[in-house]
């Protein structure tokens, strides 16, 4: 199909299309190739994996989505920024409601960004289950042309549902119950060990984007005696960068040219690794390696040359293209990562201990429908963890994880310049390392990895429309309430916004209201909402602000 559409920009005919996908969201019972018991899967049409969605920037996209599960259903696409459309950034109870079972929504929206991109489900995890495919939006006029592509998307599968492992991790001394069903590595769809072999024509410039739909661990990738020059990262261009080996977190994507050689003498290897560190290790399982050949040849004999272990690429190395120097904060926010117990030591993730739990009324509808009280970050229910924003102010995080977690942090509708990285100890003091503050166009990024005992900070001005979740990427940390929300531009939304009927109307026979703050109400009574969780490591502070809002904790 790219083929096609590359030809037909050779003749001038280029022209923004409308890109058609129709999925029925089902249920599919597969071992996806593993010498395994076959388990219920979430895929699309009856099929896993699902297709990979190719577009042209400019193009449209219409999925138009009909829900053949038992339960509750949403898609988001993970990197596009929905400038305009915010309603459909696919959070349930958050850009509206979720798509009830038996029920058709669509989403359409038009694709401002070149790159590499994916779509999942952010309904109940259910990537985990499968429904997470690439999606890869071409740029005819792309300043790193390359003859031809290759992709790798990487998975993790597991023997369980995410709903069984949640539960199971809620239970009293449940921590580490994910552990004793060990996951499998998906490539492209299929299980690792039947790596692909690539094939190289001499002298050819190559294009490999690599998309981590991971729900746990990093990876790696490498080619043995080639050199990769990283010129994307989350879709966002960058000035090329060679490194021997890219690590790649949950929900990265990075795509690297690489220059074959002008030999068919001899073929090589790749190398995909999933990692250990970062992770609890799981014996036999983590780290994997799957190796594949790069092919020149037939007759050739294969030439393993191993590459030279090197320390992958650094955030803070990497120079967007498109020069924007470091941002000046006009906020910043602390998020400590970590987490609590509640009552019955059931634990819960925590962004600044607190967890967070769904309102009663979607965030967007709270925004537009409450006037003046939209920019009280209360309205939105403490247990949401809301900041509210001005449009276009500077917004620094600092990401503090102090646990031994890693946590992957996603910031949607936005991609933010990573400026510092650093961690403490006491032995060895304060350890830190930060952008130039000028002449330097820091990488920007929508999810960056933030390792365990380590900081990270980052700016992003806040200029786009609506309300975004901000969360932790492992699914588990998701599913255990490790999210927040920011509101941005609340006044400007109510006077521009414009939400589609259809949206509300998901809503409206779900009997989901659509106005009103938290619980419902158009004034400051709270009644009825949820409340924050109680957390046994909890500090006050959250306590007393919501007890002085009239909550009961
Ligand atoms: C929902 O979509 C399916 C196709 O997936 C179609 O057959 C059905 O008619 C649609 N239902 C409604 C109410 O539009
Ligand atoms: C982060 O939260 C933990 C509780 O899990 C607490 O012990 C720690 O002091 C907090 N760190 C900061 C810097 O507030
Ligand atoms: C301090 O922390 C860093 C990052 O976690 C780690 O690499 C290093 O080994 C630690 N040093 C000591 C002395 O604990
Ligand atoms: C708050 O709302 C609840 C439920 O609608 C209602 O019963 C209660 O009277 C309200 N409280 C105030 C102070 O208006
Ligand atoms: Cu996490």
């Known amino acids: 199909m790219r083929f096609v559409k590359t030809f037909l920009f050779l003749l001038g005919l280029a022209q923004a299309r409308l890109v058609v996908e129709n999925w029925d969201i089902t249920y599919v019972t597969t071992n996806r190739g593993l010498d395994q018991p076959a388990k219920r899967g979430i895929g699309v049409n009856n099929k896993l994996p699902l297709p990979v969605v190719e577009a042209e920037i400019g193009d449209t996209l219409v999925l138009n989505v009909r829900n053949s599960l038992d339960t509750v259903t949403s898609l988001h696409a993970h990197g596009i920024l929905q ?13 509206g409601c979720p798509i009830a079972p038996g029920s058709n929504f669509t ?15 952010h309904a109940s995890d259910q990537n985990f289950e499968g429904l997470r495919t690439p999606l890869i939006v071409y740029d005819r006029n792309d300043p790193y042309p390359a003859d031809k592509e290759h992709l790798f998307a990487v998975e993790d599968w597991w023997p369980i549902t995410i709903q069984e492992s949640l539960e199971l991790l809620q239970k009293p001394g449940g921590l580490g119950t994910p552990f004793i069903y060990p996951p499998q ?46 010129v994307e990262v989350d879709g966002v261009l960058t000035k090329p960068k060679a490194v021997d080996v890219v690590r790649m977190a949950p929900a990265q994507r990075v795509s690297v040219l690489v220059k074959a050689k002008n030999s068919i003498a001899a073929n090589y290897e790749y190398h995909i690794t999933v990692l250990d560190d970062y992770v609890v290790p799981i014996p036999g399982v983590y780290p994997a390696q799957f190796d594949g050949r790069v092919v020149y040849s037939p007759d050739a004999s294969t030439d393993i040359v191993q590459t030279i272990p090197s320390e992958p690429f650094d955030d803070l190395s990497i120079e967007s293209l498109e020069y924007e120097p470091l941002l000046y904060a006009d906020r910043s926010l602390f998020l400590n990562l970590t987490y609590g117990f509640t009552a019955g030591d059931v634990p819960s993730e925590t962004i600044n201990l607190i967890s967070y739990r769904d309102s009663l009324v979607p965030a967007i509808f709270s925004a537009l429908t409450t ?38 942090m996603h910031l949607h509708g936005h991609v933010f310049q990573v400026i510092e990285t650093g961690y403490t100890n006491d032995t060895t003091g304060w350890s830190r390392r930060r952008v130039p503050n000028s002449g330097f166009s820091p990488l920007k990024r929508d ?15 806040a200029n786009n429309l609506g309300v975004w979740n901000l969360h932790c990427h492992i699914d588990w940390h998701l599913g255990l309430g490790f999210n927040m929300l920011f509101v941005v531009g609340p006044r400007e939304m109510q006077q521009s916004m414009r939400v589609p009927e259809s949206v509300v109307e998901q809503c409206r026979f779900q009997e989901i209201v659509t106005s009103g703050n938290a619980a419902g109400h158009d004034t400051y009574n709270y009644s009825g909402a949820p409340d924050l969780p109680y957390l046994e490591a909890a500090l006050p502070p959250p306590l007393a602000a919501l007890k002085a809002a009239g909550f009961t904790v």
Request: glycine letters at 8%.
């Open 447 to 461: 999810s960056v990895h933030v390792p365990q005992g380590q900081y990270v900070v980052v700016r992003f001005r």
């Open 107 to 121: 989403y359409e929206f038009v694709l401002e960004q070149s790159g590499t991109y994916w779509i999942h489900g």
């Open 185 to 230: 590595t998906l490539i492209n769809g299929e299980f690792g060990k039947l790596t692909k072999p690539l094939y190289f024509e001499p002298g050819l410039t190559y294009r490999i984007r690599l998309v981590s739909m991971m729900s746990l661990p990093l990876w790696e990738f490498a080619i043995d005696s080639h050199e990769l020059y990283i």
């Open 371 to 408: 006037g003046e009280r939209a920019i009280n970050p209360v309205t939105y229910g403490p247990q949401t963890n809301t900041k509210v924003v001005k449009l276009n102010e500077v917004i620094e995080l600092l990401f503090w994880s102090p646990t031994e977690l890693a946590h992957p």
């Open 83 to 95: 400038r305009g459309t915010n309603y459909y950034d696919g959070v349930p109870m958050v850009n």
